[in-house]
T-cell receptor, first 115, second 113 residues
Framework: DTGVSQDPRHKITKRGQNVTFRCDPI?????LYWYRQTLGQGPEFLTY????????KSRLLSDRFSAERPKGSFSTLEIQRTEQGDSAMYLC?????????????FGNGTRLTVT | GIQVEQSPPDLILQEGANSTLRCNFS?????LQWFHQNPWGQLINLFY???GTKQNGRLSATTVATERYSLLYISSSQTTDSGVYFC???????????????FGKGTKLSVIP
């Protein structure tokens, strides 16, 4: 168990470009979450997968954002036509479905800077 | 949605001092976790504590679910304790089946030698 892995750690991109981030959850965890954290704030929920099904999306997830988890293992988060306001830390987390009362484990995040 | 308030927002301690961080939440919760975010941004699980008391070394936590608050105690603080401490709560929305955590804004702790 190597924990939740995210790639890349840092991404600098120009406004208008597309970016894609990858998350590899803990192997036996079927629930996967994406969060976004801006400076001085706590992480904010973006979306959630149970296996390959995307079950919930926050209103923060505009139509420029898309997330996938095609085989119920790793997940990708894509941001199209990036804007400066997208600059943030993007955090992935996973948890086991059982036992019900299991904690959420976070990866180290991908820090996005849009110039 | 559920509100999570943490206090104090900022705290400066001399090394060796003790401290108590508080988390108030506005609704009944299924889950409550305390995290430490280190200066490199890594979120580290400290406690999963929807109710009761737990201890792990110099850290302990107590959640009184009926009164909707949780406390994190740090004893004999060290410079490595510096960072931001987040409380996060989870409620299960009826019919939704999702288990998202809602975070407070955190307490920024600075421990000085």
């Amino acid at each position: 168990d190597t924990g939740v892995s995210q790639d890349p750690r840092h991404k600098i991109t120009k406004r208008g470009q597309n970016v894609t981030f990858r998350c590899d959850p803990i192997s036996e965890h079927n629930r996967l979450y994406w969060y976004r954290q801006t400076l001085g704030q706590g992480p904010e929920f973006l979306t959630y997968f149970q296996n390959e099904a995307q079950l919930e999306k926050s209103r923060l997830l505009s139509d420029r954002f898309s997330a996938e988890r095609p085989k119920g293992s790793f997940s990708t988060l894509e941001i199209q036509r990036t804007e400066q306001g997208d600059s943030a830390m993007y955090l992935c987390a996973s948890k086991a479905e059982t036992p019900y009362n299991s904690p959420l484990h976070f990866g180290n995040g991908t820090r996005l800077t849009v110039t | 949605g559920i509100q999570v308030e943490q206090s104090p927002p900022d705290l400066i301690l001399q090394e060796g001092a003790n401290s108590t961080l508080r988390c108030n939440f506005s609704d009944s919760v299924n889950n409550l976790q305390w995290f430490h975010q280190n200066p490199w941004g890594q979120l580290i699980n400290l406690f999963y504590i929807p109710s009761g008391t737990k201890q792990n070394g110099r850290l302990s936590a107590t959640t009184v679910a009926t009164e909707r608050y949780s406390l994190l105690y740090i004893s004999s603080s060290q410079t490595t304790d510096s960072g931001v401490y987040f409380c996060a709560v989870e409620i299960r929305y009826s019919g939704a089946g999702s288990y998202q955590l809602t975070f407070g804004k955190g307490t920024k702790l600075s421990v000085i030698p």
